[in-house]
């Protein structure tokens, strides 16, 4: 028989953040390249409501070691972002403003948008790995063998 539990069966839930219960944390199932979970909170701000980061993306990056200190070094990730209409705000996180007669729509473009930055993050880890693969074995190549 399967769970009707969702947290159990789909890993999803959810909890309050802050003693105002302004900032809900939403706990998936997806991870990050290094297993850490993805950032996916809903906020409240003057009466409105937001998906959003709250920066978490691009501090996995700014982490692995990619600068992002200007404008042209974030537009990769406003352009993955912008397919599902999701932006990246002045605080370098990325937000959805919720359409409150739809707000199934908008979870699911924000996570679409939040996948596409983990599987972005997986390839450039991969690149990485190929490469110095590739840097070990040439160096190999140069090693001079004894006689």
């Known amino acids: 028989m399967i769970s009707l539990d969702i947290k159990q069966l789909l890993g999803l839930d959810c909890d309050f953040v802050d003693d105002e219960k302004t900032l809900i944390a939403i706990h998936t199932p997806f991870r990050l390249e290094d297993s850490d979970p993805v950032p996916v909170y809903i906020e409240e701000i ?29 537009q990769f990730i406003r352009d993955l972002a ?11 996180e990325l ?23 983990v599987r972005w993050e997986y390839e450039y880890v991969a690149s990485g790995n190929a490469r110095r693969l590739e840097n070990a074995a040439e160096s190999l190549l140069r090693v001079p063998v004894s006689a």
């Open 46 to 74: 003057d009466g409105r409501l937001r998906f959003c980061d709250l920066g978490g993306v691009t501090w996995q990056l700014i982490c692995r070691g990619i600068r992002l200190n200007d404008l042209e070094q974030l």
């Open 82 to 92: 912008s397919l599902t209409g999701v932006t990246l705000n002045r605080d370098d």
């Open 95 to 117: 937000e959805l403003w919720i359409d409150s007669e739809n707000v199934n729509a908008s979870f699911t473009r924000f996570m679409c948008a939040m996948l596409a930055m």
